[in-house]
């Protein structure tokens, strides 16, 4: 069963557009939704992230965009340069303490940018 | 020097091997995670502990195992290794005390089963 689903699987852009990553999710419990961004060789990075109490978070270039009644979330990346070309994972969790499964991160099965010169 | 570190980073391995990932950390974390990446498929939680006597499996633990050694140690193990364990690995850590602190990630081990 995958609870988030993202698209879309590969996204090519050219240097200063904007690129777009959508995510959707299932389970009305989550409240935690990051971006972890990855380069080639790296493992994945804490990119930015939002809870459900705010529709938008922007951190300089990248903005969420949030959506709880349609359950769906969305990365933008405004004037995309070509050091953004990464593999994008959208994720979502419900918060719990200390302990417990439900708190896991469930990935998106993640988006590939490429910003072409 | 990195604060999540897995060893090897790549291995070429035969089918019924047994092989073990290890994954070390110096940022004082009590929870660490081992994950799978396949292309296509995002990342696959295949085990967690929340202290070095807590282990939990995850999403896809079948055919894997793990050891807690250290509070900074934890090691991914497969015992009988078969091709379609062939995959990108990942050992992550989180600190403080709730789902939503951020998981940091080590550089991956690329396993290779033939």
């Known amino acids: 069963q995958q609870q988030v689903k993202q698209s879309p699987q590969s996204l090519i852009v050219q240097k200063g557009g904007i690129s777009i990553i959508n995510c959707a999710y299932e389970n009305t419990a989550f409240d935690y939704f990051p971006w972890y961004q990855q380069f080639p060789g790296k493992g994945p990075a804490l990119l930015i992230a939002i809870r459900p109490d705010v529709s938008e978070k922007k951190e300089g270039r990248f903005t969420i965009s949030f959506n709880k009644s349609a359950k769906q979330f969305s990365l933008h990346i405004m004037d995309s340069q070509p050091g953004d070309s990464a593999t994008y994972f959208c994720?979502?969790?419900?918060?719990?303490?200390?302990?417990?499964?439900?708190?896991?991160?469930?990935f998106g099965k993640g988006t590939k940018l490429s910003v072409k010169p | 020097d990195a604060d999540v570190t897995q060893t090897p980073r790549n291995r070429i391995t035969k089918t019924g091997k047994r092989i073990m990932l290890e994954c070390s950390q110096t940022k004082g974390h009590d929870r660490m995670y081992w994950y799978r990446q396949d292309p296509g498929l995002g990342l696959q939680l295949i085990y967690y502990s929340f202290d070095v006597k807590d282990i939990n499996k995850g999403e896809i633990s079948d055919g894997y195992s793990v050891s807690r050694q250290a509070q900074a140690k934890f090691s991914l193990s497969l015992e009988s290794a078969i091709p379609n364990q062939t995959a990108l690995y990942f050992c992550?850590?989180?600190?403080?005390?709730?789902?939503?602190?951020?998981?940091?990630f080590g550089p991956g081990t690329r396993l290779t089963v033939l």
């Open positions: 994720a979502a969790t419900r918060f719990m303490n200390y302990g417990g499964s439900q708190g896991n991160l469930i």
């Open positions: 992550a850590t989180s600190g403080g005390g709730s789902s939503t602190d951020t998981q940091y």
